[in-house]
């Protein structure tokens, strides 16, 4: 694991650009894994400044995100792929064709967890998979459990993240109560693991995660056996460590 310290929510964000904007270089049809949340905002806000500068360029570039709640349609606020779309897609030069999104619609769940499982490997894999953290542990929707569920599958919701995600919607009722997303292994398989956190409330989440043992209760720990990973914190979040 190489661990990157930043000094706050600012300089995590753009370190982290800078290594998405550098696998674009060497890599111009890369293959990225990309994540929700509140944590990569600024990452995206900076992807978004230096492509409109020139700087990035993503018209060969490949884009599958972790999850998306079943249940909601593609065009509603709370769902993944209207997120993407509002804070990342619509304002860089992303091909809509190259851009994959599990059907949260979908009438058959386990026929569209293979249908994205072989999306991935049919665009060769991963090269860069994004990730945050969840308060309980989570990456995606892997919640903390039994075991590792390894390929991209549907979830119950727990409690925890019900009520974490609750703040973007009106009720904590509208949370839906499934989604999918990508596995355990599916994550693994990507050549390299980025994950980026801030703030110290998950600074005793990180500590459990990635400096003590590896348990499907906490799914971030798994990293700790990626031989490309990457964690870039901010003081705050590394406060514990
Ligand atoms: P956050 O979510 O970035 O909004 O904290 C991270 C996660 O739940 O994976």
Redesign the pocket.
Known sequence: MRLIRAADYTDMSMKAAGIIAAMLTIKPGCVLGL??????LGLYRRLVDSCNHGEVDFSQAKAFNLDEYRGLEPGAEQSYRFFMWKNLFSKINIRTENLYIPDGMAGDPEAECSRYEAAIAGCGGIDLQL?????NG???FNEPGDSFAVDTHLVDLSES?ID??SRFFGDREEVPKQAYTMGVGSIMRARKALLIVS?RQ?AGIVRRAFFGGVSPDVPASILQLHSDFTLIGDEAALSFI
């Open positions: 994540a929700t949340g509140e944590t990569p990730l945050g953290i969840g308060n989570h990456i995606g993240t974490a995600n703030g998950k």
